[in-house]
């Protein structure tokens, strides 16, 4: 009775062996390894291209943060000068003092809407082009309000 099991199960074993090795060979007539190279080929092709277009994307972005960081930077020096300018236009009594404080406090405002702004776009990191377009409008909203701030004062000083 063991030699019978036996010979069943060696036969059942030699017929999933033959099955498999004829699987094998009508997948390797079928070009299925050529199939599955070109595949893995393509995949790492379009991992490749996606991985460069996600480089640039970085790049541009670290360029837009730069630039950004730099213009508030330079808006934050100037409006420290449009503060000295208040001081001195009222020190020499060219601006009375509700003038005053209603231009420092414009000051004020813009200089913490720019921190803010700073603030957000460090604490945000890398953004979508609807938020850069966003952050660049905002920017130039607060730009305009301080050269708006800039001239008016300019013309109290009379200069």
Do not use: H, W
């Amino acid at each position: 009775m063991r030699g019978i099991l036996l010979a069943g199960g060696m036969a059942a074993l030699l017929s999933g062996c033959v099955s498999t090795y004829m699987d094998q060979k009508a997948d390797l007539r079928a070009g299925g390894p050529q199939a599955r190279e070109a595949a893995a080929r393509q995949q790492y092709a379009s991992a490749k291209a996606q991985n460069t277009d996600l480089n640039d994307q970085l790049v541009s972005t670290q360029r837009d943060i730069d630039r950004n960081e730099r213009r508030i930077a330079a808006a934050q020096t100037q409006l420290s000068t449009v503060r000295q300018d208040l001081d001195r236009a009222r020190r020499s009594k060219k601006l009375s003092d509700s003038e005053y404080r209603r231009m420092r406090a414009e000051a004020d405002d813009i200089n913490r809407d720019i921190t803010e702004l700073d603030f957000k776009m460090k604490a945000g990191g890398a953004s979508t082009p609807a938020d850069a377009a966003e952050k660049e409008r905002q920017i130039q909203a607060l730009e305009k309000k301080k050269a708006e701030l800039e001239r008016a004062i300019q013309l109290t000083l009379g200069q």
